[in-house]
């Protein structure tokens, strides 16, 4: 079993062992085209990643068929609660990345015994882990300093960048010119 955590909570600790988990290589493609009246093909504006879904193939496991089952199989139902919106997903086959996902789809027990088979179905509206690695978005050169702007993982981002007056003064004609390269 591969040791796991959902939302700071081990999965063993509700007893619940994960087999295997299938995250995908890349998440899957948009393509954003066009086709237009009376033109061969279509026309290409490139493609963007959509939502990455991943299944987390488990073994709910307990001491007896009855309450111990049933009280794991709750505690199950209350870790993968979507309404708690997307939370951080570690396993330790894949160190140094955080998966923030959340339940979505359905989620059947099939029952052996003592222990339950179940598969759960998790959506990451990022589609991309964040991790240690760091890679250098773009330089900000003004004088009198340079400023590397960094994602925290290893797909480019667009940062957000925030800049807070921390004096007393007003900032009187500050102005912030945006230019991209072609």
Known sequence: MIDATANGVSFKSIGLGLKS???????????????????????????????????????VMANDSTFDYHRRVAQVAALFNSK???????????????????YAGTMEIEKLLFDGMVTIPIKMSNPFPVSDEKITELTLTKSPQIVSVQAAGDERASPVITITNTGSATIHRFKISNEYQI
């Open 21 to 59: 988990h299938n995250i995908p290589v890349l998440p899957p493609t948009k393509d954003n085209t066009l086709e237009i009246a009376e033109r061969d093909g279509e026309i290409d504006f490139g493609s963007t990643y959509g939502a990455r879904t991943f299944e987390l193939e488990c073994v």
């Open 84 to 102: 708690r919106g997307d939370i951080p997903f570690t396993f330790e086959d894949l160190p140094n990345r955080i998966y923030y996902g959340r």
